[in-house]
Each structure stands twice: as C-alpha cells, then as structure tokens.
C-alpha cells in the first residue's frame, strides 16, 4: 500500500509572521513559495523526504482571521527523548514559549505552542501506538 501525501492547508492574513514559527521552531524547510497565483499568495513547508507538508495561503482582499479555538491542533509524535527535548528547544531558541493546552491530555507527555494565528501544534514526547 502506498501511503498518500497529507497537505493541510489552511488561510492566514500574514504569511510572513508564520515563517519563524515553522521554520525556525519546527525546522521545515521551504518547499515552495508563490505570489499571485489567481489572486493567492501563498508558502509550503516540510521536509524533502516527509509524506507532509503545510501549505499557508492568503487571499487578497479577504480576512482569515485568527484560530476559531485554542484546541485546533496538529500533533507531532516525537517517541525519543532527546530528539523531543531538541524540538522543544528549537522553538524556545526561536522565540515560543509553551502555552497550556486546552485539553490537559497533551500537557501530561508533551507541550503545545501557539502560532501568530492562535493555530497550535502539539509536540508530544511519546510514540503514536494505533
């Protein structure tokens, strides 16, 4: 069975704002980056080889607006621990604190980070076991 690439996609009033957050705390690279395209600009970012990436659009003369709730979250499961303690401090060096999670189940084994459209991305240090 071949395993699908996963694209999450989602709006954001200022692209440029999110750029530090992925890239520098997360540490995705720059896959592709676009102006213009039928009225969207727009940036996708994740790894050469991963079987995902994130793609950030903004559409001109729209409003995306911030994060409907604090609990829209993508999770990544990060079952070893130094390379966990290495993501949580890439994106300390880059300039995000940990937030409280809304459901207490991702502070237990991990921490939640908050990106400038309130999105959140949990990094959690355990194995996904399912």
């Known amino acids: 069975m071949s395993i699908p690439v996963l694209r999450v996609a989602r709006p954001s009033d200022d692209i440029d704002a999110l750029l530090p957050f992925y890239r520098d705390g997360l540490g995705l690279g720059v896959l592709c980056r676009f102006e213009d395209h039928d009225g969207f600009d727009g940036i996708m970012l994740g790894h050469e080889k991963a079987p995902y990436h994130f793609e950030f659009t903004r559409a001109r003369g729209h409003t995306a607006g911030r994060a409907p ?34 459901n207490p189940y991702w502070d237990r084994d991990g921490l939640t980070f908050e990106d400038p459209d309130g999105y959140r991305v949990v990094l959690q240090r355990a194995a996904w076991t399912r």
């Open 69 to 102: 709730t604090g609990d829209n979250l993508v999770v990544f499961y990060l079952p070893d621990a130094g390379e966990w303690r290495a993501a949580v401090e890439r994106m300390r060096t880059a300039g995000f604190a940990p937030v409280a999670a809304i």
